[in-house]
């Protein structure tokens, strides 16, 4: 399954784990990704992998709000 928020599009970022004999081993920084029911206004339930980002854009914005600009970026719902 891949680890990208629905409404951000936050992905995995890549780098280095530096130890403190800076020694460099790749690692990589996974997003706080959580699966989310939502009910929108005509009744009808979704489920998204929202980050923790998503969910406070979602509790700004709406969820009514940001279902439409998922919809306009050609995501089906």
């Known amino acids: ?3 990208i928020c ?3 599009g ?7 784990a530096v130890s403190h004999s800076q020694r460099r ?3 990589r920084w996974d997003p ?3 699966r989310r029911r939502y009910r ?3 009744g009808r339930t979704i489920r998204l992998r929202v980050s923790t980002t998503g969910i406070k854009i979602i509790d700004r914005d709406g969820i009514d709000a940001v279902v439409a600009r998922l919809r ?3 995501v089906k719902l």
């Open 1 to 3: 399954m891949s680890n």
């Open 6 to 8: 629905d409404v951000t």
């Open 32 to 34: 706080n990704i959580q």
């Open 40 to 42: 929108l206004a005509d």
């Open 10 to 16: 936050a992905r995995p970022s890549f780098g280095n």
């Open 25 to 27: 081993t790749r690692r």
């Open 72 to 74: 306009a970026r050609g």
